[in-house]
């Protein structure tokens, strides 16, 4: 059986782990100013421990403007007043870490904030001491500085409009992939990493477990070249794509191996390192993943959550074919069977609800979102849960363009109505399948008023599905999709073949049907969830009738006649190899496993 590491390693600690991810600003209020923030979390402790997460990852809490929510640092040494204290913060690691539970930090340094210290005295001259720090260009040979098309490169923002500031005071631009306050580091310049560096090892001496690294894969870039003009409303057409100079770039691995020598040595045992890297392939998370070559443990891909974009991007959804998103997970856990490790997501502050994007989140909403919980949670590699997704939250559906918050989809909308590309009514149709703020609505808690997420006004508006989705009522049910998250955990620490075990999809071509074997380390896996409302049927060589049922999320047992599985609409099911069961090795009954004790 393959190992996560070479093979004579012994397996890393997160071979087997669930991280859960904290949008802080929206998980749980405790001063009444409608905003999450850290003595909230202390609130929430049990629900985690319950959940038996095994690791805690915080989007940003640093001192920010909050241009983006937080992934725009003005002090990376702070905690921001909205979030509270560094008393606070060090209290919620103390009482996580007593239940068992470590600590990850968001890592935002591809930029700072244009409000940050560095940014500020890079701008105040041409001759200032960290002018480099930064990418100071000046316009276009030939062009009127400040004027439209003056920029140094033809480069789009992520977030809409062009990616270069002009600046006023020194007759320059400077580079900003995402928003103009988002002012992009110059990792060329040996004084940024040393002090990058410096400040890592202050959060781990601090005590924290680890880092997510906010679009790691884009501190190497070639600034120079225009980039290609495409349609991509993502981009803009009006700009060029930016990406081909950006991800990826010469100095990558160089930067990455740096940073491991400079500040990992010697705590790699005890540590999560997470890049998010849009637009790595799987040869890159192999060489992001490999251990020989210390740099990350894992890797965000973006590849599964990009095949239901159209060219406009992630405000131009077009219906996911299943077929395509099985070979791309597949070929993601083959890619990484024999080195490197997977992360394994639907869903994050970033991502539509996961129910209602590859799901159902009106009749079949719990069926849906457990049967999606367990395809991922019996995948090779680590699971993240997002806030949220244990409880079947769903999207927004916001009908109102007011209702935003985001950016992101502000900024597309600005530019949508400046360009008249799209009607109000298209806005509102793409940002309700697209927009961000999907996933950033208020933890539910329960029915009450802003779903017990706060006693003032919440920053952006409580579905109003929370009178009947909500952390109470979930708790309440065995069969909710929160216990059943719960089931998965438990399983995953359990089982050495969920840990470890080889991936082999099969029946690819089901156009409706997820399913696939683990093998290797303990007795066969056979997985099944059905992708539709409608009963399907798929043939799982090899599995008995009378197949332990390790966990499913409808009642009683699943029809399987001559090792053919029939599935229910949304129907999700393990089953243990009946050899296994046999010899009694699993004492699981059928009941216990479905939560319909
Ligand atoms: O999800 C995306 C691509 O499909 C983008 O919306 C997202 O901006 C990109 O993945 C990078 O995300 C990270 O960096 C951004 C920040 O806005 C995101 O919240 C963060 O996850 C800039 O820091």
Redesign the pocket.
Known sequence: MPSAQSRDDPPAWWTSAVVYQIYPRSFQDSDGDGIGDLRGVLQRIDHLAELGVDVVWF?PIYRSPQD??G??ISDYREIDPLFGTLEDLDEVVAALHARGIRVVMDL?V??TSDEHPWFLESRSSKDSDKRDWYWWRPAREGMEPGTRGAEPTNWGS?FSGPAWEFDEATGEYYLHL?SRK?PDLNWENPQVRAAVYDMMRWWLDRGIDGFRM??INLISKSVGPDGRLSDAV?IDGRYGDNREHTVNGPRLHEFLQEMHREVFEGRRDTLLLVG?T?GATVEDGRLFTDPSRRELDMIFT?EH??LDHGPG??FDLRPLDLRELKATMARWQTGLADVGWNSLYWE????PRSVSRFGADGAYRRESATMLATVLHLHRGTPYVYQGEELGMTNAHFRRLSDYRD??SLRFAAEARAHGTMTDAQLVDALAGGS?DNARTPVQWDASASAGFTSGEPWIAVNPNHVTVNAEAERADEASVFHHHRRLIALRHDDPVVQRGDFTLVAADHPHVYAFTRSGGGPTLFVAGNFSSQPQTVELAGVDADAELVIANHPGRPSITGGVLALRPWEAVVLRDARAARTGDHGRTDAAASGRE
Do not use: K, T, W
């Open positions: 989007s983006d929510n992934y725009d935002v591809n930029h992520y995402f988002q906010d679009v993502v998010e849009p973006f959550v990009h991007g992630r994050n502050h970033d991502q950016i992101e961000r």
